[in-house]
């Protein structure tokens, strides 16, 4: 297991990066499918790392708790090498009720990881539905527990979802996530990687 810390790639109102990738229920979603929410939460998971699981209540919690937000989990780790993140397990995982997000969707190229600038597992992007698309308004870790044995004090992406909801502008300082290394596949490592 390699900790990393989430990195700034995208910058508070950029565009979010579009894309077409297969959820577990074997159906393909872009962000049009999101466009009814005043927020997106995209958050880069995986259903192995200690970090990401430790997060999958607090994901959940978000889901079950908002209407107009949808939290999204995407899966970029490569699976040949770590197969516990296989598609198939990410349908087990959502069919047994640990994840329960408003969708679970699988990232085979790593191309949406790597347009996003996603690091680790997890790295939480929250957006807002601006006229017919979304923009950044806040990327940073979900709460303040940074290690997975760790209870959060503070429900921080909650609180700052509350305030974009309530109309208030987001102009938190970027507090990155922590987690395990996105699992690139060997060459297709991107070039913030470094």
Known sequence: MVAADSKQVLERGDDAPDFELTGVDEQTY?????ADNEALLVVFTCNHCPYAKAKFDELNALADEYDDVAVVGVS??????YPE??????????????V??????????????KSYGATCTPDPFLFQRVDDGFELAYHGRLDD????????????MKDIIDRLLAGEEIDDDFRPSRGCSIKWREGNEPDYWN
């Open 100 to 113: 329960d997000y408003d969708a679970y969707l699988f990232d085979e190229t790593q191309d949406v990881a």
């Open 76 to 81: 970029a780790n490569d699976p040949e090498e």
């Open 85 to 98: 993140d296989s598609f198939e397990r990410m349908q087990e995982l959502v069919e047994a009720g640990t």
């Open 145 to 156: 527990a940074m290690n997975p044995d760790e209870e959060p004090t503070e429900r921080e």
């Open 30 to 34: 872009s962000l049009d499918d999101f």
